[in-house]
């Protein structure tokens, strides 16, 4: 009696490990025929971004191999490393492409593009992520509103900081009525990247150590 | 009436997935915001249904019972995940609308339970034409749930169409209330629920008054069967 159970538990384990094994292969093998193809097409949809806050006839290199990492900061909000890209027209650098993160936003985090040329003025600003509430938070993305564009042409030194705020909040940043936790929140991610961007100039401008970590990336 | 008629019949009206057996709501109220995204998701779960009962039905004879649940679950993730990676690499501009939703179809239990109370005990043709036409019916739910949402809360249909068919689809957006300053409680989870809501009565309501006329017309003493059961 107890053979037989002992059998059937026998049975029944490896028919389940043999539905595991095969369903393994079978995601093993898709995934690697896959990777190359999503691979390039989310490098192809990064560069589109990209050339919506910088235009690319104003730099000639590969952006996408061209990379800084950057620590956690507080200044950019981002809580695990992440990455800078480099513009560069010949050898010279022309802006950075940098990722920032608003904590404060209404729901949830505000994740930001910003491209900031090489004299620290904004080139442009996008949000690629955010939770806020659909039909009066979400004015904040390209599709919907143009109040992002407000900050093209920006820096620290056309605006003071007691100017980085909403006009409700005594700033010369526009807002809509009813949703000021979510303009507030980006308005003071986008002084926060510049901020960075500033602190960090030799990181970030500095050709030799832009291409050394590039290189090393590509090394490995 | 033949086998497959009735599995048809059954997937878009008597046994519908989104208001007769209730399930895989997680999703059905999450995404339908607007018609583009609930039809989008519905059409992903189609593939994935249609898939997974094909899949089970040729090899149920092979699972031993009190492993079948784990079974199914792991088939069910695993075609997920293919089609997942394969829209991806494939169909770049789809995944970027799709993208979120396709993992949120492993625990839509819609999917689960087709393949535990069909898939398991019919033949491939029959199971694959079940799974597709559950997804047709669940796919029609989360268009009209979809659209009403999307009129009501935004004044508008098809908006996001472009996201699909490319940036020449932004035309085909229809403001049908213009000047409309929305009507945010549609758009919030509330008004899924609410919207949910009406299309189960307004089911039931087709299905009682369809009964009612069959048995006056035909004036047989069939016993009218409960709207709702599992």
Known sequence: MSETIIKHAVKTAGTLTAFALVGTAILAYIFIITRAPIEASEADARLALFSQILPHNSYNNNLLKTEVAIPPNPLLGNRAPSKANIAKLGDETVGVILEAIAHDGYAGDIKLLLAIRADGTISGVRVLAHKETPGLGDYIEIERNAWITQFSNESLTKTVAKDWAVIKDGGKFEYMAGATITPRAVVKAVAKALQFFNENKPLLLENKTADKVAQSKDAT | ?230
Not at chain 2, 79 to 89: E, F, M, Q
Not at chain 2, 204 to 215: D, L, P, V, Y
Request: with cysteine.
């Open chain 2, 1 to 230: 009436m033949s086998i497959y008629k009735e599995i048809t019949l059954n997937g878009i009206w008597k046994q519908n997935p989104g208001v007769v057996q209730l399930l895989g709501l997680c999703p059905t109220l999450a995404v339908t915001t607007s018609v583009v995204n609930g039809v989008s998701l519905g059409l992903a779960t189609v593939l994935v249904m249609a898939a997974a009962n094909g899949t089970i039905s040729p090899v149920r004879k092979y699972v031993p019972n009190e492993i079948r649940v784990p079974v199914f679950i792991l088939v069910i993730a695993a075609l997920v995940t293919v089609i997942d990676l394969s829209i991806n690499a494939f169909a770049h501009p789809l995944h970027k609308v799709l993208g979120i939703f396709i993992p949120l179809i492993v625990v839509n239990c819609i999917v689960l339970a087709r393949v535990e109370s069909f898939a398991a005990k019919n033949a491939p043709i029959q199971s694959i034409l079940d799974g597709f036409m559950m997804g047709i019916g669940l796919t029609m739910v989360l268009g009209l749930l979809g659209g009403m949402r999307e009129l009501v809360g935004k004044g508008t249909l098809f908006s996001g169409l472009d996201l699909v068919f490319g940036p020449a689809a932004k035309n085909f957006v229809l403001t049908i209330i213009p000047d409309y300053h929305g009507f945010l409680l549609a758009v919030l989870p509330p008004g899924a629920f609410l919207g949910l809501g009406i299309l189960i009565a307004a089911r039931n309501w087709m299905e009682i008054r369809n009964k009612a006329k069959s048995a006056d017309e035909h004036t047989t003493t069939s016993p009218l069967q409960p709207a709702l059961h599992p």
